[in-house]
Every structure is written in C-alpha cells, then in structure tokens.
C-alpha cells in the first residue's frame, strides 16, 4: 500500500491487529445501513451480524466513507452516527474519487467494499444480494458495477443471490462471461434473495466451507484475477412465497417507471417499496438471510486463513 493510498484509509487499531497476527476477518458494507433499511433496524441489523462474526472468533470490519476517509472497521458510536445520518451518499466505483476528494460520508455498495477489502487485505465480505442485470435492461442498458468489481478484485462475496428486482439469468450469463465462478452452498440451485428457488443453477455445489476456501486459494494462485460468489439459500422458514415477491416486485417497478427512478437510485426505492408491500415481510427476510451469511463468510474466513 501506497503513501496516497494511506492518507485516503483509516484502519481501526482492532482490525489492524488482527491483520498482523493473521486473524481472520470478515468485510461488511454499508449500504444496506445507509440505503438498505430504515432505521433503527439498519443499527439493530448491523450489530447483530458483527456479533454472530464475533461469536466465530472472527473480526467484523464494517467499511464506510466518513469525511473523505475509507474507513475499514467502524466503532460503535461511529455505527449509530451512521445509521442516523439520512444524507449519506451512495458510492460505488465510480464515486470514490469524488467522495473521498469532496470530503463528503457515504455508504460502500458491493463494488466499492470490494475495492476497499482489496486495498486492507481482506479476502471474504458479506453481503445480502449481489446486484446484477436490471430487467428491461436491453433498453436501459442498466448493469451494476457490482459485477464488473467482481471480475477485478480478488475477494470472495457471500450473498443470498442476486436481488430478486434483478434479471437473475441474464446476471448470471453475465457472470459467466467475466469468469467469475458461481458456488451454491448447499445447493446446485442458484439462490434468489427472498427464496431459496430461483429456477437456475449455480456453476456448481460446494457443501462446506473448507472447499469454498480451498477454491479461492487455487484461483488466486493460478493468477486468475477477480472474486467469487458464494450463493447462500435463505433459511426456509424464512423464504418468502415466490408468486407474491414477484407480485410485489411487478408492481414496485411499474411505480419506479411512473416516477422516473433510475440508475443508483432504482434499487433502494425497489427494496423499501417491496419492503411496504409485503408488510415488512420482505425486510425481516433480508435480515436473516444476511445473519446467515455472516455466519457462513465467518466460517469461510476461519478455512481460508488456515489454509493461507
């Protein structure tokens, strides 16, 4: 690392340490605080996944934008003034260089995390969903950078899928087509989000953490850059019914088009609308299948360190 990348990071004194005595340690972002959930369940959710991290023996390091700073592991009160702040920027790629350089606060998406892990060191990160290919995307040409990130930075995503508001098989040729590997854990079904269904199938099945690990290792030896994904079902008690998300998801984007929501503003508008169709059915899923993933990317993290 750099000395300009140095005066753009902070790295909090726990991860640090952890870093030097080869502890492992799991990413998290910060979107799904900033943008993701109304609050106070953004803090309550945020807490409760670094506690099932911790319960591992795993170090959470929650990554953020404050003040034009990356900041890789965020102190509680850090946390709460966080979750509070309702003018928080999204930022993606793209936006790092302006935020960082605009001093501005703002919450990482998938692609800015990953970009963030990388430069710390960190090598597995947890989130909810990848994004992926809108629908309609042949007239919108709308791709998340979530994808393109994936095929640079070497740092393996554990998720419940693609977002159900995406195009999960154009998303998943899209994957192939940039060479990330697709893992289903535990399954040969590709997940969907608020289902464990999608209709799809993953590149293939790995059944425990230890494989999942030994997989990174191996594509990062050969030089073969960029992540992977790891697609973690959603727990079936809390699966959602697939006709009525999709209802839901119908509807939700024929108000986004009356409205004229586009670009980074779409999935955030989609998720909350959803989440008030549902009667926060769709909300309470999402909070599980993220404390499922941080217990699967701990568990990844302990196989990956011990094998490294």
């Not at 140095?6 to 502890?23: D, R």
């Not at 591992?56 to 850090?78: H, Y």
């Not at 030896?221 to 959602?240: A, D, R, T, Y």
């Not at 006709?243 to 024929?254: D, Q």
Request: charged share 20%; hydrophobic share 40%; net charge positive.
């Amino acid at each position: 690392m750099n000395k300009n990348k140095i005066k753009s990071i902070e790295i909090s004194e726990e991860i640090l340490n952890a870093l030097k005595s080869g502890q492992p340690i799991v990413a998290l972002e910060s979107t799904i605080i900033s943008h993701g959930m109304p609050y106070p369940q953004n803090l309550e959710t945020s807490n409760l996944v670094e506690q099932i991290i911790r319960k591992e023996n795993v170090i959470p390091a929650t990554i953020a934008i404050l003040k034009g700073r990356i900041k890789i592991g965020l102190s509680q009160v850090e946390l709460e003034s966080f979750a509070k702040n309702k003018n928080l920027t999204k930022v993606s790629r793209r936006d790092l260089p302006v935020v960082i350089s605009q001093k501005q606060t703002g919450g990482t998406t998938v692609a800015a995390t990953m970009i963030c892990a990388k430069l710390a060191g960190i090598s597995v990160f947890v989130t909810g969903g990848i994004g992926g290919v809108h629908r309609n995307s042949e007239n919108t040409l709308d791709v998340s950078a979530d994808l393109i990130e994936l095929s640079k930075s070497n740092v393996a995503v554990v998720c419940a899928g693609i977002k159900s508001i995406l195009d999960i098989p154009k998303t998943l040729e899209y994957l192939e087509t940039l060479g990330i590997p697709v893992i289903g854990y535990k399954t040969k079904e590709f997940p969907a989000f608020y289902s464990a269904k999608s209709g799809f199938l993953a590149q293939t099945r790995m059944d425990n953490p230890e494989e999942i690990a030994n997989c990174m290792k191996v594509k990062w030896n050969l030089g073969l850059q960029g992540g992977i994904v790891v697609g973690n079902p959603i727990k079936k008690e809390f699966s959602m019914n697939e006709k009525v998300i999709e209802e839901s998801i119908s509807t939700a984007l024929k108000e986004a088009s009356y409205k004229n929501i586009t670009g980074k503003e779409i999935t955030p508008f989609l998720l909350e609308k959803v989440s008030e169709l549902t009667n926060n059915e769709s909300l309470n899923s999402n909070i599980s299948l993220l404390c499922n993933n941080a217990l699967l990317g701990a568990k990844i993290s302990i196989a990956f360190q011990t094998q490294s």
